[in-house]
């Protein structure tokens, strides 16, 4: 089975200034894979280490993604190669684009059976992009997928909704968004992120695929919100002398 | 304020469905449900100009009617969709998107009607802004949650018309459907909430916060973590930008570090109170009060004190 997992690049929030304007600042910002997409890697390495095949990581983003160490992030969680799309013009993509983007590399890469995505991305978290990606595609389709399994050439794959649970039959190509407590991402040991960096991994710029740019929605602003001014009385230790100044505290605020 | 002419509505539950039409009819002239379920539930579809039924979920999934649903939206082409936030109202939107050739405005938290569209803010950055979009596109979607509009009293539907089956051209099979166990709780609702984090060691401490939280009368909330990595509470409990959002008089967090996403969901609360062992904690920067100290120490204490 030829499985690609996708994961988006993102600012670390706690790294992300906000300025006297309330917009935000990112140049101070480390960035990082998407917590939520090391699910779909790991959804994507264990189904290949239990039914056979070969998984490959796909990210699609401006120049930043075509980074050593986040190349390395990537590839030292297991994928045995790397597709990347790294152009600016994608800097401000939205889900539309985005998917379209991906689906473009998804047939550029060509044979993909399955394609994994996270439950959402670490920055935006629109739940949107592996839903737009599988309609793009004509895949079967499925989200919220908390457990997949190999069945001769089918999938069998739970989904747990608000009230239920699904157990569904799916005739591959599909497209997977897995939820996060589908497993437990493995934490690259270091050798592995040695071995990493000796992985192939392709970097295309848009106009190497076949994709049309064009963002559906327009962004008007992005602004931090007004926050609360807070005391900040914060007593320091354990002792039972703080502990009862602090329920003093407590008391008065419960009365 | 601008409308737009027609506005449907897709959802799988009748109080989020009739909630959206509430809504849909502050936004647009001719309102219509698409629906996929009992006969029975559909009587219960208040409001609108236009139900079109699709059929019963019995032995399909909602999933197997898309490819009529998207027949049915390219022919009548309505300027908005809203679209309830379940899981399977994701899936729907997205696909109707892609298919349309538009954006879905997920998790909005406010709409309106422009010339030829919609404006609508969510949350981005796990909290740490709010955006504002517009969609002015031939079909806009928007997924929309509970509490984004007012319910209010409608009048029956006026008419049911049956939307034809096209069969889907990929394979997804139902194998089985089974029922999910969980407790009911509106967390919303609650004046005081104690919130608890990875500083909790092992699911049965909870025992010691629960102690805690009945000592002063709170109700019990939680770090996503806690509910969806350990299960050691419900999802319905855990408070965030993914979870539920709440605005309650006094929030208490215990063990938790009050990463952005998290401390979104209580940052109107009028005081917080923080417990955590590391004094860097951000938790403290958004805190009223707090003690820098093991929870293991300072939650038993401070229940002796309460309950006396
Ligand atoms: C897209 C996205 C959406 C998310 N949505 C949400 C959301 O809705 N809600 C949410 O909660 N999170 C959400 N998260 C996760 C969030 O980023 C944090 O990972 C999470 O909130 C951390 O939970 P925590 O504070 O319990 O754990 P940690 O960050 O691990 O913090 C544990 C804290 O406990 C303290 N501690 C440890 N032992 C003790 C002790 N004995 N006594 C006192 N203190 C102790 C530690 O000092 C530490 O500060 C989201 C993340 C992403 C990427
Ligand atoms: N730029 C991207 N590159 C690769 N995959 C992405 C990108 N953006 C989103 N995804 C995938 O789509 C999922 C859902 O993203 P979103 O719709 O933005 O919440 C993520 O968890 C990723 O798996």
Redesign the interface.
């Known amino acids: 089975m030829k499985i690609v997992a996708c994961y988006k690049v993102v600012?670390e929030?706690?790294d992300?200034v906000?300025k006297g304007d309330r917009t935000?600042a990112f140049d101070k910002a480390e960035w990082k894979i998407g917590q939520y997409d090391l699910n779909a890697i790991e959804a994507g390495m264990q189904l290949a280490e239990a039914a056979g095949g070969e998984v490959s990581a796909l990210s699609i983003g401006g120049k930043m993604v075509d980074n050593s160490k986040l190349k390395k992030a990537a590839l030292s969680r297991g994928p045995e190669q790397l597709y990347l799309v790294a152009d600016d013009a994608l800097n401000a993509a939205?889900?539309?684009s985005t998917?379209a983007t991906l689906a473009a590399a998804v047939r550029k890469i060509g044979g993909v059976d399955l394609v994994l995505c996270g439950e959402?991305s670490?920055?935006?978290?629109?739940?949107?992009?592996?839903?737009?990606?599988?309609?793009?595609l004509?895949?079967?389709?499925?989200?919220?997928v908390s457990k997949v399994t190999a069945q001769g050439d089918n999938l069998?794959v739970e989904?747990?909704?608000?009230?239920?649970?699904?157990?569904?039959?799916?005739?591959p190509p599909?497209v997977i968004s897995v939820t996060?407590?589908i497993n437990?991402p493995r934490i690259p040991s270091l050798k592995e992120i040695m071995a990493a960096g000796k992985k192939p991994a392709t970097t295309w710029g848009v106009g190497d695929i076949q994709t049309e740019l064009g963002?559906?929605?327009?962004?008007?602003?992005?602004?931090?919100?007004v926050?609360?001014d807070?005391?900040?009385?914060?007593?320091?230790?354990?002792s039972?002398d703080?502990?009862?100044e602090?329920?003093e505290?407590?008391r008065r605020?419960?009365a | 304020m601008s409308k737009l002419a027609n506005v449907w509505i897709i959802g799988e539950e009748i109080p989020a469905i009739n909630e959206l039409t509430a809504g849909a009819k502050t936004l647009g002239g001719q309102t219509a449900v698409v629906f996929t379920g009992d006969e029975e539930q559909t009587a219960q579809i208040l409001g609108v100009n236009t139900i079109y039924y699709l059929g019963t979920l019995a032995d399909k999934?909602l999933?197997t009617y898309t490819p009529s649903i998207i027949k049915l939206v390219m022919t009548e082409k309505p300027n908005l969709i809203l679209v309830s936030n379940?899981?399977?109202g994701?899936?729907?939107?997205?696909?109707l998107?892609?298919?349309c050739?538009?954006?879905?405005?997920?998790?909005i938290t406010e709409v309106v009607a422009v010339d030829n569209g919609v404006?609508s803010q969510r949350m981005?950055?796990?909290g740490?802004?709010?955006?504002?979009?517009?969609?002015?596109?031939t079909i806009n979607i928007a997924c929309v949650g509970a509490g984004v509009f007012e319910c209010s009293e409608l009048p029956a539907s006026e008419k049911v018309v049956e939307v034809e089956f096209v069969a889907p051209?990929?394979?997804?099979?139902?194998?089985?459907?089974?029922?999910?166990l969980?407790e009911k709780v509106n967390l919303a609702a609650a004046k005081?909430v104690v919130g608890v984090g990875r500083g909790l060691k092992a699911g049965e401490d909870l025992k010691m916060v629960e102690a805690f939280a009945a000592a002063?009368k709170a109700e019990m909330g939680c770090s996503r973590p806690i509910a969806?990595?350990e299960?050691w509470m419900a999802k319905e409990r855990y408070i965030g930008?993914?979870g539920v959002m709440l605005k309650p008089e006094?929030y208490l967090a215990l063990g938790i570090s009050g990463?952005?996403?998290h401390t979104v969901g209580v940052?109107?609360a009028k005081?917080?109170?923080?417990v955590n062992k590391d004094?860097n904690a951000?938790i403290?920067?958004?805190?009223?009060?707090?003690?820098?100290?093991?929870m293991y120490?300072?939650i038993p204490?401070?229940t002796e004190?309460?309950q006396k």
């Open positions: 600012p929030e706690q992300i906000v935000l939205d889900c539309y998917a959402g670490g920055d935006i978290y629109a739940q949107q992009v592996g839903a737009v990606l599988g309609q793009m004509g895949y079967a389709t499925l989200n919220a069998i989904r747990t909704l608000e009230n239920e649970v699904e157990v569904l039959e799916v005739a599909a996060t407590d437990k963002n559906k929605t327009e962004i008007l602003s992005t602004l931090a919100p926050e609360a807070r005391k900040m009385i914060i007593l320091e230790g354990d039972d703080k502990i009862a602090l329920y505290h407590l605020v419960l | 999934i999933e379940t899981r399977k994701r899936l729907l939107a997205g696909t998107a892609a298919a050739g538009t954006n879905v405005l997920t998790d404006q981005v950055y796990g740490a802004a709010f955006r504002t979009e517009k969609s002015t596109n051209s990929v394979s997804i099979k139902c194998l089985k459907k089974r029922a999910k969980g005081r002063i969806e990595e299960k930008v993914s006094v990463q952005i996403q940052n109107q005081t917080i109170i923080a004094k951000a403290f920067k958004q805190a009223d009060y707090g003690i820098v100290g093991d120490k300072v204490a401070l004190k309460f």
